[in-house]
């Protein structure tokens, strides 16, 4: 059975800096792409950030949404099968459910190509 869980989200002030952990188990952790997505109250379900399970000349691919590029870095440790969230200088409105995702294509942005997910970690930013 494929179980994602993440950890780390709690209520932070803005400006503020949070890890947010996703541990994989159930598959070969290493073949799989993983992102992040966070969903807010009333809110769409929205692409985060995504790394290849495949390095490309020593380095994973990673992509980012435009609102979180330069503040958040994606990262993984297949050892450990987890990938990480690290965020900093955050806002009131990164404000949401944060949830890890496996997607079985090489990268992409597009929650219809995630095929496993995680309950989710609550983030609050605070003002």
């Known amino acids: 059975q494929v179980r994602l869980v993440e950890s780390g989200g709690r209520l932070v002030q803005a400006g503020a800096s949070l890890n947010l952990s996703c541990v994989v188990s159930?598959?070969?952790?290493?073949?799989?792409?993983m992102g992040w997505f966070r969903q807010a109250p009333g809110k769409q379900r929205e692409f985060v950030a995504a790394?290849?399970?495949?390095?490309?000349?020593?380095?994973?691919?990673?992509t980012y949404a435009d609102s979180v590029k330069g503040r958040f870095t994606i990262s993984r440790d297949n050892a450990k099968n987890s990938t990480y969230l690290q965020m900093i200088n955050l806002k009131p409105e990164d404000t949401a459910v944060y949830s890890c995702?496996?997607?079985?294509?090489?990268?992409?942005?597009?929650?219809?190509?995630?095929?496993?997910w995680g309950q989710g970690t609550q983030v609050t930013v605070s003002t």
């Open positions: 159930g598959r070969t952790f290493s073949r799989d792409t």
């Open positions: 995702g496996i997607a079985t294509i090489f990268i992409s942005r597009s929650a219809n190509d995630y095929v496993y």
């Open positions: 790394i290849s399970a495949m390095e490309t000349l020593g380095t994973y691919v990673t």
